[in-house]
Nanobody, 124 residues
Framework: QVQLVESGGGLVQAGDSLRLSCAAS????????LGWFRQAPGKERAFVGG????????HYEDFVKGRFTISRDNAKNMVYLQMNSLKPDDTAVYYCAARTRLATPLFRGRYDYWGHGTQVTVSS
């Protein structure tokens, strides 16, 4: 079955960097757009950004633009979220998710598969 497994979360201080990884299995990885989401305590899950199936296109929400970078390695079935200049407001559980490349638009809409998330806590 399809599995998305996030890793790399932890407790860091404001201004630090962290790289999250998401390992995929059970799907043809290069056929899926990938998104990163986060859910802070007491808040709804929010879209952070995404990367297209071939890696040509990325999108970031304004609240992470310039600080976060999404990349993927289709040979390894991995997607990454590099997070720099972390702020306490970035504290959340971070999820990766897969959206079929056939769907439009690239990143907005239904995602078919989700990971279980990894906790990121940023202290001030």
């Amino acid at each position: 079955q399809v599995q998305l497994v996030e890793s790399g979360g932890g407790l860091v201080q404001a201004g630090d960097s962290l790289r999250l990884s998401c390992a995929a299995s059970g799907l043809t990885f290069s056929s899926w757009n990938l998104g990163w989401f986060r859910q802070a305590p007491g808040k709804e899950r929010a879209f952070v950004g995404g990367i297209s199936w071939g890696g040509e296109y990325t999108h970031y929400e304004d609240f992470v633009k310039g600080r976060f970078t999404i990349s993927r390695d289709n040979a390894k079935n991995m997607v990454y979220l590099q997070m720099n200049s972390l702020k306490p407001d970035d504290t959340a559980v971070y999820y990766c998710a897969a959206r079929t490349r056939l769907a439009t638009p690239l990143f907005r809409g239904r995602y078919d598969y989700w990971g279980h998330g990894t906790q990121v806590t940023v202290s001030s």
